[in-house]
């Protein structure tokens, strides 16, 4: 049997832009990305904490260093510029990987810099 389990955790990310009319996804500054094990393209749950609204979609790299948190195409409706999201990933794991499991968190704060690596 696989579990579904929660791999990675971005807290507290402030969206940074909006751009309605592009393919959709969801941008992160790929510096971000490397504390928390994310890739390009990979799946994730992006949940506001703003209106509530929760949306799957996939990871664009945003230039490292950017504080950049941009929602893309039909993603754009789902939040504003100033709103705070959380962003997750999942992966599927056997028994003894999701016992041993240790999510990565990583809490941001102003201007969407890493305050803190869990």
Known sequence: MLR?????KIQNAKITDTNLYYE??????????EAVDLLAD????VVNCNNGERFETYI????????????YGPCARRGAVGDVVHIMSYCAMDDTE?????MK?????????IEAVQ
């Open 98 to 102: 999701a016992h041993a499991n240790q």
């Open 4 to 8: 579904l389990m929660t791999k990675a």
């Open 60 to 71: 664009i790299a945003e230039p490292a260093g950017s504080g950049k948190i941009r929602l």
């Open 42 to 45: 990979e799946w994730v749950l």
């Open 24 to 33: 959709g996804s969801i941008g992160i500054d790929s510096e971000i990305l």
């Open 105 to 113: 968190v990583v809490v941001l704060g102003e201007g969407n810099r």
